[in-house]
């Protein structure tokens, strides 16, 4: 498998001039495109860090409404470093073929490659609104930093975003890194479809950077009732969030956050 990161030599400049100037190696995170083949026909291209391969096709395809269980999918080969071929269950098609997505996702986007606005929105098939979770702003206000912990690439390059699946008592479940917000969160629904824990209730999705729409809508898809960023959250996401009965946290920081919809999650302040 393709490494994670890259050696890179620098010329490290410091103004005003001091000591620890001068060349270096430094670490770079790797950003490698990811073919993903549906029964050996291309099905879309995005840009993501390798690693967790198998979770980032499984999740893509889960957040893209194409698969919804383990049972839907066959297999998932890795075909080579950058290429990952699925077999779908019996009974399971692709969709309209407007959704496919046969050129290359950047990193930054995940909905890059849609023909019209109705292909951006997904049909979840979990009722998040009905989901009795609750959290303390104390607990969740100790998850970024429970994160960054668990975040070993980005302590050695500081170049990526990650994702983290925590239980109401703040266990970890899984953490995922990727140049890509969406990719990170993709191979958090991967890998809880794999392993037969879809939908995800009770649960809080942390994501390093902001909030965007296709990032609340991966975790509706996912069943998961809070999605709390250490950033801002986009004016769309707000509405699916309040739409879908999602709770939606921003600004998750230094003891602070911004609660944008289902404050009703949160037990009385610690």
């Known amino acids: 498998m393709t490494g994670r990161t890259a050696r890179r030599r620098v010329l490290q400049v410091r103004v005003p001039a001091g000591p620890g100037g001068g060349s270096r190696a430094d670490l770079l995170a790797v950003e490698e495109p990811l073919e993903i083949r549906v029964g050996g026909e291309p099905l879309a291209v995005t840009m993501r860090t390798p690693g967790d391969d198998i979770d980032l096709a499984a999740g893509f395809l889960a957040s893209e409404g194409i698969i919804a269980s383990p049972s839907d999918v066959t297999s998932i080969k890795m075909c080579d470093d950058n290429v990952a071929d699925v077999t779908l269950g019996a009974g399971i098609v692709l969709p309209a073929a407007r959704l496919r997505r046969n050129f290359v996702t950047s990193s930054a986007c995940g909905v890059c490659g849609k023909d019209s606005i109705d292909a951006i929105r997904v049909r979840a098939s979990y009722d998040?609104?009905?989901?009795?979770?609750?959290?303390?702003?104390?607990?969740?206000a100790s998850l970024p930093d429970r994160l960054r912990e668990a975040q070993r690439v980005f302590a050695r390059t500081g170049g990526l975003h990650a994702a983290g699946i925590f239980t109401a008592d703040a266990a970890l479940l899984a953490v995922r890194e990727d140049v890509g917000r969406h990719n990170a969160v993709d191979k958090i629904v991967g890998w809880a479809l794999r392993g037969q824990r879809l939908p995800l209730a009770g649960c809080v999705l942390l994501v390093s950077g902001r909030a965007s729409f296709e990032l609340a809508q991966k975790a509706l898809v996912a069943g998961i009732p809070v999605l709390a960023?250490?950033?801002?959250?986009?004016?769309?996401?707000?509405?699916?969030?309040?739409?879908?009965?999602?709770?939606?946290?921003?600004?998750?920081?230094?003891?602070?956050?911004?609660?944008?919809?289902?404050?009703?999650?949160?037990?009385a302040a610690d």
Request: aromatic share 4%; glycine share 12%; proline share 6%.
């Open 229 to 267: 960023a250490v950033s801002a959250p986009s004016s769309l996401a707000a509405e699916l969030a309040e739409e879908s009965g999602m709770t939606l946290i921003g600004f998750l920081r230094g003891g602070s956050m911004n609660v944008y919809t289902g404050a009703r999650r949160l037990t």
């Open 128 to 140: 998040v609104s009905t989901d009795p979770v609750q959290v303390s702003p104390g607990l969740l």
